[in-house]
């Protein structure tokens, strides 16, 4: 995973006052769409068109474009980015002039990027090169705050439908155990692709910390 060491921020900590859960990026990501003017909608839709329809939904996020939304074929690149090279290529993105998200380097075993996406409240991502892969990772809370493990971890093997391109595991940080929600790609990838998946893995936390909230204790 990209992050080795727990950020003050990126980490769930329930009780002690200190940081944001992964409910509050839910209640900030909520409160600055409906303070852009935006309205939550249900769709109903056959599984091979999820990555359709977040394009489209980004596109609606838009002004009003009349009754033509426009998908993009995209293609990889033909060499593998490095972390550096990413980096820049993601600092000169118009969502990052924009501030909707904001880039740092991550201090750690491995050189990582973060990304803070202010539209869903602040959510950090991390983003790492590894070999012929990019790793994009998120932290949706500790294994100790939730309530029955071995029930929640059923409910978690049965539950990939609702995370397209994502996936969720449990990893060591600081001397304790997180759930973690994590993507993969070819270090190849166009930066379309790679940025299609930081805003679906960030999509797909949300959802997880909203289809789960009753599984955490509080």
């Known amino acids: 995973m990209p992050r080795k060491k727990l950020p003050d921020d990126g980490m769930v900590k329930t009780g002690s006052g200190k940081g944001k859960t992964t409910a509050d990026y839910v209640r900030e990501m909520r409160m600055r769409l409906r303070e852009a003017g935006l309205v939550k909608r249900e769709f109903w839709i056959l599984p091979e068109n999820v990555n359709a329809l977040r394009g489209i939904e980004k596109a609606l996020r838009q002004p009003f474009l009349g009754d033509k939304i426009k998908l993009e ?13 990413l980096h820049k290529a ?28 202010t539209d869903f409240g602040d959510l950090p991502i991390y983003l790492a090169v590894s070999g012929d892969q990019i790793l994009v990772d998120a932290t949706l809370f500790e294994v100790a705050k939730v309530k029955d493990v ?20 449990i990893e060591p940080v600081d001397d304790q155990e ?13 930066l379309t692709v790679i940025v299609q998946e930081i805003y679906t893995l960030a ?12 599984h955490i204790k509080a």
């Open 73 to 85: 074929s995209f293609m990889t690149e033909s060499t593998n980015w490095s972390i550096s090279s």
């Open 90 to 117: 993601l600092l000169e993105l118009d969502v990052v002039e924009r501030g909707e998200i904001v880039l740092s380097i991550a201090e750690g075993a491995v050189p990582s990027i973060k990304l803070t996406m």
């Open 150 to 169: 071995n029930e929640f971890n059923s409910l978690l093997l049965r539950s990939r439908d609702m995370f397209p391109l994502s996936s969720v595991g």
């Open 178 to 190: 997180i759930y973690c929600m994590f993507g993969a790609l070819s270090a190849a990838s166009s």
């Open 203 to 214: 999509e797909n936390v949300i959802r997880a910390a909203e289809a789960f909230e009753d």
